[in-house]
């Protein structure tokens, strides 16, 4: 009875689908892994750990990585791209600049990284521990005019908005910046990034860039390479510039009394784009010098303390990522 059923069940296969079993079979004895594979995905955090507080960049570096088509890497759903680095006796590598939001939360967070190498692409996971500043309260009073706006003033600075982010909606897909970043002007720092201002008694968005007091006129140069992306006159940043470094980074240099480029113009570190002024909402001259990093506002302070000399990470500077890192072992520290 049962050679009978063998024999009827045999007969209702038909020839392709004996030729598919056939194949699969006999790829399973070769290849068993890849078709059968029980082997459960790497835990998040398996390649390692960085950390920094609020506000900080961290330089993120995979060793050992040759001639990769694309490495991109995301954290808390921002891109983070990759750049190739060499350095003599060193294996060739790749560093992306993770920017870490003045206002993320507190805790542990993961940078998923892919390497894509042709057709085949390789998954790196690392753990980041975001731990928190400080940040300072700042009371400040000013005009009404320039706290409260009427309805044409919002209905301006809502506009101005939107042509910002048009502006910066596409990353240059090239690094245009290189060697050390330039302070775009020497003078007293009289706003405190990631400060909480309370303005007239009532509690505004904390402060997402360094104000530097300098006399109305002073040159204001550009912190490094990029190309102009956009200048503004806008009702609270007054005149502004608006550079593009490359693979996400942006700064920005508000309440100028002249602007000394175009949009579209190319310029290199320590160029002067500008002048110190007191346009837009301000109470005298003084540079709002800001920053963004693949859309985190950073200090704009820790790019000067970036262990890049012409481009390279010197050995003893390169944050190296460990299994126990502790909130501040991983972080670019801020210049105070």
Not at 96 to 118: H, R, S, W
């Amino acid at each position: 009875m049962m050679t009978a059923s063998l024999a009827q069940t045999h007969a209702r296969i038909s020839w392709p689908d004996r030729t598919l079993i056939i194949a699969v079979v006999l790829l399973s004895s070769i290849f068993p892994v890849e078709l059968f594979s029980n082997t459960p995905p790497a835990p998040k955090g398996f390649d390692g750990q960085y950390s920094g507080k609020q506000g900080q960049v961290l330089v993120v570096k995979l060793k050992g990585i040759e001639k990769a088509t694309e490495v991109n890497g995301t954290f808390l759903k921002r891109t983070i791209p990759f750049f190739r680095e060499f350095r003599s006796g060193e294996p060739d590598g790749y560093i992306g600049l993770l920017g870490i939001d003045m206002q993320d939360e507190p805790g542990t967070y993961e940078l998923a990284v892919e390497v894509k190498q042709g057709e085949q692409a390789k998954q790196l996971s690392f753990n980041v521990l975001v731990a928190k500043e400080n940040f300072i309260v700042e009371h400040l009073k000013l005009p009404k005019e320039k706290v409260d706006l009427d309805e044409k003033g919002a209905a301006r600075w809502k506009t101005e908005q939107e042509q910002v982010k048009q502006a910066l909606e596409d990353n240059s897909r090239l690094k245009l910046w290189h060697s050390n970043f330039v302070e775009p002007v020497n003078g007293k720092r009289t706003g405190i990034f990631g400060s909480v201002r309370i303005m007239n008694g009532k509690p505004r968005n904390p402060h997402n860039g360094e104000d530097i007091g300098a006399p109305l006129g002073t040159d204001v140069a550009a912190t490094n390479d990029g190309i102009v992306r956009i200048t503004v006159d806008h009702i609270f940043s007054g005149k502004g510039v608006f550079i593009d470094h490359g693979l996400g980074f942006y700064s920005m240099y508000f309440h100028l009394s002249e602007i000394l480029v175009k949009d579209g113009d190319l310029v290199t570190a320590g160029q002067i784009v500008g002048k110190v002024g007191a346009t837009g909402r301000a109470t005298g001259p003084h540079l709002h010098w800001g920053v963004k990093l693949n859309g985190a506002r950073v200090n704009p302070y820790s790019l000067l303390d970036l262990p890049f000399k012409n481009g390279l990470i010197p050995a003893d500077r390169l944050a190296t990522p460990t299994p126990e890192a502790t909130p501040d072992s991983q972080a670019i520290p801020v210049k105070e």
